[in-house]
């Protein structure tokens, strides 16, 4: 069975930078899409990223497009959420979630907009001077 740990979560000053870690256990990660949620106070969860290790396959809302980067270590079966210039406007418990990577034409895509089953603990990023 999948398991996700999130950490790296804290606070950072506005224009700062952040490194969350979605470490992996049960399976590996190869052709799951491992996507990055969040969801601030009073507010719904908010999908903004996804990846695919196997093909590399990448997809950004674009509210962070830009500013945000997934990318995995696959020694470690972990995938991390590099995030730059830092908004007060992120500030949210931040999640990731697993779901087998969808085949297309294309190879190995993924959509955070679709239901993902596997889930993390979520942490929280706070983004304050």
């Known amino acids: 069975q999948l398991k996700l740990v999130e950490s790296g979560g804290g606070l950072v000053q506005p224009g700062g930078s952040l490194r969350l870690s979605c470490a992996a256990s049960g399976l590996s990660l190869d052709h799951f899409a491992i996507a990055w949620f969040r969801q601030a106070p009073g507010k719904a969860r908010e999908g903004f990223g996804c990846?695919?290790?196997?093909?590399?396959?990448?997809k950004y809302a674009d509210s962070v497009k830009g500013r945000f980067t997934i990318s995995r270590d696959n020694a470690q079966n972990t995938v991390y959420l590099q995030m730059n210039n830092l908004k007060p406007e992120d500030t949210a418990v931040y999640y990731c979630?697993?779901?087998?990577?969808?085949?297309?034409?294309?190879?190995?895509?993924?959509?955070?907009?679709?239901?993902?089953?596997?889930w993390g603990q979520g942490t929280q990023v706070t983004v304050s001077s």
């Open positions: 990846f695919v290790s196997s093909s590399g396959h990448t």
């Open positions: 979630a697993a779901e087998p990577a969808l085949l297309t034409e294309s190879g190995f895509v993924c959509d955070y907009r679709l239901p993902f089953d596997n």
